[in-house]
């Protein structure tokens, strides 16, 4: 099987790691969920570029140029801002007092004057407001206690909180003598840098796998729902439609209810005019590529984020799940590129939509024990899967290639692709979303949550769409290959190669799925047979 093809098919460099050049530049461990859609949304709020003639300011391109941009070779740029004043305010204070280099202090001290002398106020002192403000400023802390202050991100409620990542050089500001905040500026690419160890473009290529989907031929999405066997609505199903709905959806997204934040963000940042125009002249990001083939799970994204944009929900709410959502993605992402390019013969099961299939048991520790069991087992499975997709035999080929003769560079660069983009990524990216359990110690295994059935609610169900449950667990099969129960269970216990007994069918009964449904204030029972899962975040309901 030849190796994936390249979206978009822009000229690349060669990737030693042959978990790169499988699943795409790149899901990696470091980066945590929140940056994941703060990266994403990155992407989509800045100003990009396919050519240079033209600025795309909506979320996606156009659906004309999408479906040009699919057989061009270009790269998309994008150029979030940076906002270097803005994060000195918000996070100096709560940083380590040793990544507190002098100047950072002394600018911090410098914007303070600043600040304070712009606030008028016949009651309260400047500095009373100024403190306000920080703290205020610091609730919106997303990810990154621990680093540096410019390192840290914020949570992205606002697109006006979206920034790039940056990286302080102390070694080099060590090296160098550096004794002001103009001479960092002035070299701001020399003390400055964008290494991608925390915005890793994970985010980035959850973006051109939904440009991908979007971008494919029509009759290849209706082929692939009668395959499937969902039924999704002919706005969903059609590419132009579902383009243009998830477009405005996301516009509204951006910055909505959050002007008076923005207005302040602004000034902040513009404290120092010198800084923020110094910082801004530096050169746009470049997105890397997604494979081509995983199209499908892109087009199901896609489909999930529409749904969630179209819900009545909290704002705050929505980038919660859209979190969940793009975690989810990634760990589906990664089984469904695994099952393609697998060394291994078909097995017993299908799989869910995509060819693999989790086995999911109740969250709670009193869960049966031969479900436990089930579940560990496959969970062993699926990362087996993943280890040998990537010994696939034309990546093992394209691996000794790059590396020459050296079998130790072979050797490590496997070893690098299990332990952070592979199946080493998968369980660690579970287990930050919870549906992994333990956190720590011997056998891991798949677990439903509150806040994910949520997701699945939202996204699975169109807002105020009921469904029987027994179509409700087709759909969690179809789209991610969660089994519970029934059918979908006795399916991905013959693809893990466990034997479909009484004892694993029986253990969940009375269902934990349904008592979690009920929990939740899904789930209406018409009879003792028959209930019906219901989304109840309909725009259109009083």
Request: glycine content about 6%.
């Amino acid at each position: 099987m030849a190796l994936p093809e390249y979206f978009p098919k822009a000229l690349r460099a060669e990737y030693a790691n042959p978990a790169i050049r499988l699943f795409g530049s790149r899901f990696i461990k470091d980066q945590t969920i929140l940056e994941y859609l703060s990266e994403l949304l990155s992407v989509m709020f800045s100003e990009k570029w396919i050519t240079e003639e033209e600025i795309i300011e909506t979320p996606f391109p156009s659906f004309h140029d999408l479906k040009k941009w699919s057989s061009d070779a270009r790269s998309l740029r994008y150029k979030p801002e940076i906002k270097l004043n803005l994060k000195l305010l918000a996070f100096l204070s709560s940083s380590p007092v040793s990544k507190r280099h002098d100047i950072h202090i002394e600018h911090h001290a410098k914007l303070v004057d600043h600040l304070e002398a712009g606030i008028k106020s016949n009651n309260i002192e400047a500095e009373e407001v100024r403190e306000a403000i920080e703290v205020f400023l610091q609730g919106f802390h997303g990810a990154g206690h621990t680093r540096t202050w410019c390192a840290q991100t914020f949570y992205p409620i606002s697109a006006s909180l979206l920034t790039q990542e940056t990286i302080f050089n102390e070694s080099k500001a060590k090296r160098k003598d550096l004794q002001t905040w103009d001479d960092s500026i002035q070299n701001f690419r020399e003390f400055y840098s964008n290494k991608r160890d925390f915005l890793a473009r994970g985010g980035e290529l959850l973006y051109l796998q939904l440009c991908n989907a979007l971008s494919m031929p029509q009759e290849d999405i209706v082929s692939f729902l009668e395959d499937l066997g969902v039924d999704f609505d002919e706005e969903e199903m059609d590419l132009g439609q579902l383009h243009s709905s998830l477009q405005n959806g996301l516009i509204k997204l951006k910055g909505l209810y959050t002007a008076p934040l923005d207005n302040l963000v602004s000034y902040i940042e513009k404290l120092d005019a010198k800084t923020y125009e110094l910082v801004n002249k530096s050169n746009p990001l470049v997105c890397e590529w997604c494979p081509r083939d995983s199209w499908p799970e892109g087009y199901l994204f896609a489909v999930e984020l529409n749904r969630l944009m179209s819900a009545a929900i909290d704002p705050v709410d929505r980038l919660e799940l859209m979190m969940v959502g793009c975690a989810l993605q990634v760990l589906r992402s990664i089984c469904a590129q695994s099952v393609r390019y697998q060394n291994t013969s078909e097995r017993a099961g299908k799989g869910g939509g995509l060819g693999y299939a989790w086995i999911m048991s109740a969250p709670s520790t009193s869960a049966p024990r031969q479900q436990r069991l089930a579940s560990q087992r496959n969970l062993q499975v699926v990362q087996r899967l993943i280890q040998r997709a990537l010994r696939n035999d034309e990546l093992e080929k394209y691996v000794k290639k790059i590396n020459g003769s050296d079998a130790n560079k072979v050797k490590k660069s496997y070893k690098d692709a299990d332990d952070k983009y592979g199946h080493k990524l998968l369980v660690s990216l579970g287990k930050r979303l919870g549906i992994i359990i333990p956190r720590t110690g011997a056998h891991a295994r798949f677990i439903m949550t509150d806040k994910v059935l949520r997701y699945f609610v939202l996204t699975l169900l169109k807002p105020g769409e009921r469904q029987t449950d027994d179509e409700f667990r087709k759909r969690l099969y179809k789209h991610y290959g969660i089994a519970v129960e029934g059918e979908q269970l006795e399916d991905a216990l013959r693809w893990s190669d466990l034997s479909v007994s009484d004892t694993v069918k029986s253990a969940g009964k009375p269902s934990w799925l349904s008592e979690m449904l009920r929990a939740g204030g899904f789930l209406t029972e018409l009879s003792d047979s028959h209930s019906i899962v219901f989304n109840p975040f309909d725009n259109n309901q009083n």
